[in-house]
T-cell receptor
Framework: AQSVTQLDSQVPVFEEAPVELRCNYS??????LFWYVQYPNQGLQLLLK??????LVESINGFEAEFNKSQTSFHLRKPSVHISDTAEYFC????????????FGTGTQLKVEL | DVKVTQSSRYLVKRTGEKVFLECVQD?????MFWYRQDPGLGLRLIYF???????EKGDIPEGYSVSREKKERFSLILESASTNQTSMYLC????????????FGNGTRLTVT
């Protein structure tokens, strides 16, 4: 079975600073990888996904994540964060032949401060 | 836009009560899911369904059951609510295909006293 580890439960950062949220997964077979974001009092929204091809994927609001197969990682980065990026971020994995049954990490709370 | 609607935002029930959490999606998605979200534990899959009248157990099905009589509606049932079922419950739907993203409702915060 697959699993996801998010090493940091909370990440405080000042506005306009860069940030990296770490995600490692374990699986013996091919996977799809996702980052979801949850703003306060809302459900989760898809931020970006890796299915195949280029290992670097980007979102429309400046986040990017890089799939590293040898390190089994899918870290999320943003070069300059904004107050509005304050949210909880979840990494998730599913097997390529396993339907949409996602396994989520425990989440990282990103708090952007002035 | 896909809309996943959960009938209640907040719910308070007593121990031993039978509780129904309702979820409706408007995009004709085949797949529907129920997760619970707890601090420090992330999201854990309770049950999912790939089609009408079909259901499969997720990682933590004990104490729960589900019903899917119509494609757009997926109900989570707590047969006899207990305090350890106090949690945020999230419903999600998606079209077929492992690459398809999940669309989530805003959640139901259930408190069992």
């Amino acid at each position: 079975a697959q699993s996801v580890t998010q090493l940091d439960s909370q990440v405080p950062v000042f506005e306009e600073a860069p940030v990296e949220l770490r995600c490692n997964y374990s699986s013996s077979v091919s996977v799809y990888l996702f980052w979801y974001v949850q703003y306060p009092n809302q459900g989760l929204q898809l931020l970006l996904k890796y299915l195949s091809g280029s290992t670097l994927v980007e979102s429309i609001n400046g986040f990017e994540a890089e799939f590293n197969k040898s390190q089994t990682s899918f870290h999320l980065r943003k070069p300059s964060v904004h107050i509005s990026d304050t949210a909880e971020y979840f990494c998730a994995v599913t097997l390529t032949g396993g339907g949409n049954k996602l396994t989520f990490g425990t989440g990282t709370q990103l708090k952007v401060e002035l | 836009d896909v809309k996943v609607t959960q009938s209640s935002r907040y719910l308070v029930k007593r121990t031993g009560e039978k509780v129904f959490l309702e979820c409706v999606q408007d995009m004709d998605h085949e797949n529907m899911f129920w997760y619970r979200q707890d601090p420090g534990l992330g999201l854990r899959l309770i049950y999912f369904s790939y089609d009408v009248k079909m259901k499969e157990k997720g990682d933590i099905p004990e104490g729960y059951s589900v019903s899917r009589e119509k494609k757009e509606r997926f109900s989570l049932i707590l047969e006899s609510a207990s305090t350890n079922q106090t949690s945020m419950y999230l419903c999600a739907s998606s079209p077929t295909g492992g690459w398809s993203p999940l669309h989530f409702g805003n959640g139901t915060r259930l408190t069992v006293t």
